[in-house]
C-alpha cells in the first residue's frame, strides 16, 4: 500500500500547505484519511477527486475535517453526468458500491456529524473504537484516544503490511496496543518538548516512546505546528525510538 501525505500542520495550515490529509492507494482503490483545510486541493495533485469513494475522519475537529463542506460538491456535481459516473459505468465493482462518497467518523460532537451528509452525494456513517471495516483491499480497526472530543486512532492492514495511525492523541496505552507491531506509525507530534501536560496530544519524544512501546517497524511524524521545527522533532522522537524515524513530507509518498 502506498501513503501519500497531503498535509501535515495543525491547526491551522502554514502558507502553501493543508492541514492533515492522508491518501493510502493500492491498485485502484483510494482512501482518504483525514480531509483538513488544504487536503482536496493537494488531493487533486495524487488523483482525481471523483476517484474517491471512502474517507476516514479520526474525529471532528475543522483541523481534520473542514474540506468536507468542499469534497462534498465534487461527489454532488459528479453524479451528473460527470467524471465518477463515466467511471462507474466502466467498472462494475463501483457501481455495485453506490453513487457518492462515504464518510466515517465519530458520531460526536451530533451537530458536527449532522453536517457531514449532502444530498445523495456524501453520506456518513458513525464509527468507535468497536468498528471494524473492509474497505475494498484495506481493513480498518479502531482505538479509542485522549483528545477533548471523541477521536480514533486507525489501524490499516492492506498487502500483509499494516499502518497506524495516531489521530490525535495524547500518549496511551489504547494506542500503543492498536499500534502493536505495525510496519509503520504515523505519529501526531503537536506539541514542543516540555509541553507534554497540555491535553489531548504529544511532543515528538513521547511519540518516539509510542513507537518504542509498540514495537513498530518505523515511525513517520506529522500534525505539526506552523512554525514547528521539524528537525529538532526528528532528533527528540528519535532518541526515544528503536526504529527508523523520518519526518513526513507534503507531496510525498511512502510504500508500506
Ligand atoms: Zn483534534
Known amino acids: 500500500m502506498r501513503l501519500s501525505i497531503l498535509g501535515r500542520y495543525s491547526p491551522f495550515p502554514r502558507a502553501g500547505s493543508a492541514c492533515p490529509g492522508y491518501l493510502l492507494r493500492s491498485g485502484e482503490e483510494n482512501l482518504l484519511l483525514e480531509c483538513g483545510s488544504g487536503v482536496v486541493s493537494r488531493l487533486s495533485e495524487f488523483i482525481s477527486p471523483y476517484e474517491l469513494d471512502h474517507v476516514v475522519i479520526s474525529h471532528l475537529h475543522g483541523d481534520h475535517c473542514s474540506d468536507l463542506a468542499v469534497l462534498k460538491y465534487a461527489a454532488n456535481y459528479d453524479v451528473s453526468p460527470g467524471a465518477r459516473a463515466t467511471r462507474r459505468a466502466t467498472d462494475p465493482a463501483r457501481e455495485e458500491r453506490g453513487r457518492g462518497i462515504t464518510v466515517y467518523a465519530p458520531g460526536e460532537p451530533a451537530d458536527e456529524f449532522a453536517r457531514i451528509p449532502h444530498k445523495d452525494a456524501m453520506r456518513a456513517e458513525a464509527i468507535d473504537e468497536s468498528t471494524s471495516l473492509q474497505i475494498g483491499p484495506f481493513h480498518l480497526t479502531f482505538a479509542k484516544t485522549e483528545h477533548p472530543i471523541p ?8 498487502e500483509g503490511k499494516t499502518l497506524a495511525y495516531t489521530a490525535d492523541t495524547a500518549l496511551c496505552d489504547s494506542v500503543i496496543d492498536l499500534a502493536r507491531g505495525a510496519d509503520l506509525l504515523l505519529a501526531e507530534a503537536s506539541l514542543p518538548e516540555g509541553c507534554s501536560s497540555f491535553g489531548g496530544h504529544m511532543t515528538a519524544s ?10 513498530v517497524g518505523g515511525l513517520l511524524l506529522t500534525h505539526f505546528w506552523p512554525e514547528a521545527d521539524v528537525e529538532a522533532a526528528k532528533h527528540a522522537a528519535s532518541s526515544r525510538a528503536h526504529c527508523p524515524v523520518d519526518i513526513a513530507i507534503e507531496g510525498r509518498s511512502y510504500d508500506i
Not at 151 to 158: F, G, P, Q
Not at 206 to 215: F, K, N, Q, S
Request: charged share 30%; hydrophobic share 50%.
Open 151 to 158: 477521536c480514533v486512532a486507525v489501524r490499516v492492514k492492506c
Open 206 to 215: 513521547e511519540a518516539g516512546e509510542m513507537a518504542l512501546g509498540a514495537d
